[in-house]
């Protein structure tokens, strides 16, 4: 079946530490997201891309880096500059068509100490 | 610019009773709106969308919503709720075209008493 995996589910990293989160997709979706949620916050967006080797940076890019080397991977790295990376990341992916939904994969947990 | 507004960021029915989830947006242009529900610890998955055509949306798990352009809202209903129903649940607007902006809801999560 198609879908999205994220990959760990859980992570837990020191302060201080560099740590990528892996998004990889087999649906042939051109655009891929990577959101943060946070209890109470709701989805805000980190980065997009909707083709290969191009990204735009989202509502929340500070502290955060991606790539997009090629259309199925998505990797997002949280880097020591983020202040506060302890969150739920939320993949997603979706075609260019016009009212495309977005699908998700289940997330990954980052906990920072 | 868009923005979506959740009324009420918990809700609590007894299993049996009408689930409504109030969703209102703003959109300059024509929306294309989402609702999604997520389950503890797992991703967002596709209830229903509008994009056009009939106002009245049905999707899965026997939930709907109606879109109403004069009253800007897009509120999520189910006649009878269900213990598996108790989720979070989220409204998302996308912005027409070839938009890549997707704007989403802080949430309502849904309490069902037995």
């Known amino acids: 079946d198609g879908g999205i995996t994220q990959s760990p589910k859980y992570l837990f990293r020191k302060e201080g530490q560099n740590v990528t989160l892996s998004c990889e997709q087999n649906?042939?979706?051109?655009?891929m997201y990577w959101y943060r949620q946070d209890p109470g916050q709701g989805l805000r967006l980190i980065y997009y891309s909707q083709i290969v080797n191009d990204f735009q940076k989202g509502d929340i890019a500070e502290g955060y880096s991606v790539s997009r080397e090629k259309k199925e991977s998505f990797p997002l790295t949280v880097t020591s500059a983020q202040k506060n990376p302890t969150a739920f990341y939320l993949c997603a992916s979706s075609i260019t068509g016009v009212g495309s939904p977005l699908h998700f994969g289940n997330g990954t947990r980052l906990t920072v100490t | 610019a868009q923005s979506v507004t959740q009324l009420g960021s918990h809700v609590s029915v007894s299993e049996g009773a009408l689930v409504l989830l109030r969703c209102n947006y703003s959109?300059?242009?024509?929306?294309?709106l989402f609702w999604y529900v997520q389950y503890p610890n797992q991703g967002l998955q596709l209830l229903l969308k509008y994009t056009t055509g009939a106002t009245l949306v049905k999707g899965i798990n026997g939930f709907e919503a109606e879109f109403k352009k004069s009253e800007t809202s897009f509120h999520l209903t189910k006649p009878s709720a269900h213990m598996s129903d108790a989720a979070e649940y989220f409204c998302a607007v996308r912005e027409g075209g070839q938009g890549f902006s997707f704007i989403f809801g802080k949430g309502t999560r849904l309490l069902v008493k037995p």
């Open positions: 649906l042939n979706h051109d655009a």
């Open positions: 959109s300059s242009v024509p929306p294309y």
